[in-house]
C-alpha cells in the first residue's frame, strides 16, 4: 500500500523558513521522480518542484525559484522541500507524490499546512 506522509509545515512569518518532509513506503521510492505540489484556498492543486530518482535533477515552479530547494534521501525513503524567504502567496497545503507534471499516484496523503502570515 503506497503511503506518502508530509510534514514539517506550520505558521510562519514573512521571510521566514521552513522544511517540509516527505515519508514514503510500499512503492520502490528511489527509481521514481517525485514531486512537491500545493493547494492554496480555492485554487487548483499546482507542481511546485520536482527531482528526478537519483535527485541528479531538479526543477521548479518560477515562483519558488531561487527560495525552495528540493532534496531526497534514498536511503530514508523521504524526500524535502527547504522553503526559505517565504511569502504570504506560498501559504497553501502541501503534497508529495511521485511523478511531475502528473502525478503518479492516484491517492495522496494529508498534506501539511503553510501558512505564512504576520
Known amino acids: 500500500q503506497v503511503q506518502l506522509a508530509e510534514s514539517g509545515g506550520g505558521l510562519v512569518q514573512p521571510g521566514g523558513s521552513l522544511r517540509l518532509s516527505c515519508a514514503c513506503s510500499?512503492?520502490?521510492?528511489?527509481?521514481?521522480?517525485m514531486s512537491w505540489y500545493r493547494q492554496a484556498p480555492g485554487k487548483e492543486r499546482e507542481l511546485v518542484a520536482t527531482?528526478?530518482?537519483?535527485?541528479?535533477?531538479?526543477t521548479y515552479a518560477g515562483s519558488v525559484k531561487g527560495r525552495f530547494t528540493i532534496s531526497r534521501d534514498n536511503a530514508k525513503n523521504t524526500m524535502y522541500l527547504q522553503m526559505n524567504s517565504l511569502k504570504p502567496e506560498d501559504t497553501a497545503v502541501y503534497y508529495c507524490?511521485?511523478?511531475?507534471?502528473?502525478?503518479?499516484?492516484?491517492?495522496w496523503g494529508q498534506g501539511t499546512q503553510v501558512t505564512v502570515s504576520s
Open positions: 507524490n511521485a511523478g511531475g507534471m502528473i502525478a503518479y499516484f492516484g491517492s
Open positions: 510500499g512503492f520502490a521510492f528511489s527509481v521514481h521522480t
Open positions: 527531482i528526478t530518482s537519483a535527485g541528479g535533477t531538479t
